[in-house]
């Protein structure tokens, strides 16, 4: 399950779920940062978030999914939309609006932000799972892409085009780690895309 993928209003069954997922994700986080990811069970990280096994194991398969979570979801509205050639007709601007649908600024407080970074740098082992998803999230994109364009648009330009939208992502990360105040992670995104757009003209 993914965080991200409960994008837009959520009310009462859906926000106690996204709730529960939080704070499973943040108890693992703050045990693989104190006791490293082999340091800990998932018995313990139950009662450290407050649930059943039973419960924990409906979230989470296990140890890696529970600290850096799974392949982020795209709606299906919202790709359907995409698809279409929306929801504003310009690729740049839309291949944005989607990628937004894999951010949700809960997931991204300052706090949490610091704490993964941690976790991260310090477990060999995550980073490299966290990686083969970041590339499977790059290559489902591109996917997206070109079912939008056409094959004839190219397999490289639609990578091209995700690895740009990465580019502006890690702008609007270091940003946000700066300054967490000002804007959300999201905003600082859009800002980043509307910069990039600027610059690379029509």
């Not at 978030?49 to 982020?72: C, H, M, Q, W």
């Not at 990686?131 to 997206?144: A, I, K, N, P």
């Not at 702008?171 to 995104?189: G, I, K, M, T, W």
Request: hydrophobic share 45%; proline share 5%; with cysteine.
């Amino acid at each position: 399950m993914s965080i991200s993928a409960m994008t837009g209003p959520i009310t009462g069954r859906e926000a106690k779920k996204a709730a529960t997922l939080r704070r499973i994700q943040l108890r693992a986080l703050e045990l693989t940062r104190d006791r490293g990811l082999d340091g800990w069970t998932m018995d313990e990280l139950a009662d450290a978030a407050e649930v059943s096994r039973r419960t924990l194991f409906n979230y989470v398969p296990g140890k890696v999914d529970a600290v850096i979570g799974s392949v982020p979801e795209i709606p299906d509205a919202a790709l359907a939309t995409f698809v279409g050639g929306g929801p504003h007709g310009v690729l740049l601007d839309d291949v944005g609006e989607l990628a937004l649908h894999l951010l949700d600024d809960e997931d991204f407080t300052p706090d949490l932000v610091d704490l993964r970074m941690q976790v991260a740098t310090a477990t060999p082992r995550l980073m490299l799972v966290a990686h083969e998803r970041f590339q499977e999230v790059l290559t489902q994109m591109s996917g997206h892409i070109l079912a939008r364009e056409g094959k004839e648009f190219g397999e490289h330009r639609a990578a091209l085009l995700v690895r740009l939208c990465v580019a502006f992502f890690d702008v609007a990360l270091q940003q946000f780690s700066q300054d967490p105040h000002e804007a959300p992670l999201s905003q600082r995104f859009l800002d980043a895309l509307a910069t990039g757009r600027e610059l690379l003209g029509p």
